[in-house]
């Protein structure tokens, strides 16, 4: 099995910091940038798994730098530089402390409020009559407060963003323009694969000049659920659940598991052969989501390389 990229401790030059999140570690240098390490850790339902996944962190950085490029006549981004395959350099900035998830389809986390009864979702009425994954009449915003690392996500209405003053009224508005405009342009790329963009989270922060950027990742399967477009209307008409390229597989083999990140439970253990599956299953996400071959690197001495070449990239700086 490939090696594997589960924790890092780097000292750049001009190192002012490290935040290390579920996934992500994030470096701050002096002059405002940003060096972030996209691991193979895997974290569901917001607990971390004990095991990382091959290739899942060049996967999502990869994913996230194609589709910031795509994006980026719409809305400026964090991005400045990819130096490694599981790298990113950016601009740093003061992060909002929502998430702007935003739904096409009534699915995952929607789809559970929905059946155990409740019609309204972070303040948005949901239709009577739906079925699991049959589409909105319109995109709704549905926002959750950034968890601290370990925490869950809490979903929280507009009114309460507003009224807790975690953001002002001028600037959610940006980012729900900014939020609308990207899963319109997501939902396109998507279509172009034969993909559904069903429902992605998008991230935010303001750089030292004042500029609202997106940050992070985007309409990568961790942060994004897509379907197949071939079938989709068959399949809910049978009554079928949808084929679909995302991380709620690995969701759902934790749930059959008896696992949902609750108080008490014990996470199940993953065997060599699931990790492999699941590595698998992020390289066809990787492969549809993009339409090329997933060129895998060198991952026999990872941290070596990334070093190396972050620090090749800073002395052109």
Not at 175 to 196: C, D, P, V, W
Not at 230 to 250: A, T, W
Not at 283 to 292: D, H, P
Request: one cysteine or more; a negative charge; glycine letters at 8%.
């Amino acid at each position: 099995m490939a090696g594997t990229l589960t924790d890092t401790n780097f000292q750049f030059p001009g190192q002012l910091g490290v935040y290390k999140g579920k996934v992500r570690e994030v470096y701050s240098l002096e002059g405002d940038l940003l060096v972030m390490v996209a691991t193979d850790r895997l974290s569901a339902f917001d607990v971390v798994m004990p095991r990382g996944i091959p290739y899942k962190g060049q996967i999502l950085n990869q994913i996230a730098t194609r589709m910031m490029r795509d994006t980026e006549d719409l809305v400026p981004n964090w991005l400045l530089a990819t130096p490694d395959p599981n790298v990113a350099v950016g601009a740093r900035c003061e992060p909002f402390k929502v998430e702007m998830v935003i739904r096409g389809y009534l699915a995952g986390h929607a789809a559970r409020q929905y059946k155990a009864g409740h019609r309204e979702l972070c303040g948005v009425p949901l239709p009577e009559g739906l079925k699991e994954n049959d589409r909105f009449p319109e995109p709704i915003i549905t926002p959750a407060t950034k968890a601290e690392k370990g925490d869950h996500d809490e979903d929280i209405s507009r009114e309460e963003i507003l009224n807790r003053g975690l953001v002002s009224e001028a600037d959610y508005e940006v980012l729900e323009k900014y939020t609308r405009a990207l899963f319109t342009r997501g939902s396109q790329l998507a279509a172009e694969k034969g993909l559904i963009l069903v429902d992605t989270k998008y991230e935010f922060g303001r750089k030292a000049d004042g500029t609202i950027v997106l940050i992070d990742e985007i309409h990568t399967p961790d942060s994004s659920r897509y379907f197949y477009a071939d079938g989709y209307q068959e399949r809910q008409d049978k009554g079928e659940p949808q084929k679909q390229l995302s991380k709620e597989f690995v969701r759902q083999w934790l749930i059959a598991n008896g696992f949902q990140g609750l108080e008490g439970q014990t996470l199940p253990e993953m065997s060599d052969a699931y990790i492999e599956t699941v590595s698998q299953r992020y390289i066809e996400l990787y492969e549809q989501i993009l339409g090329e071959p997933f060129q895998k690197a060198d991952t026999s001495q990872m941290e070596d390389r990334i070093r190396r070449n972050v620090l090749e990239y800073l002395g052109t700086l």
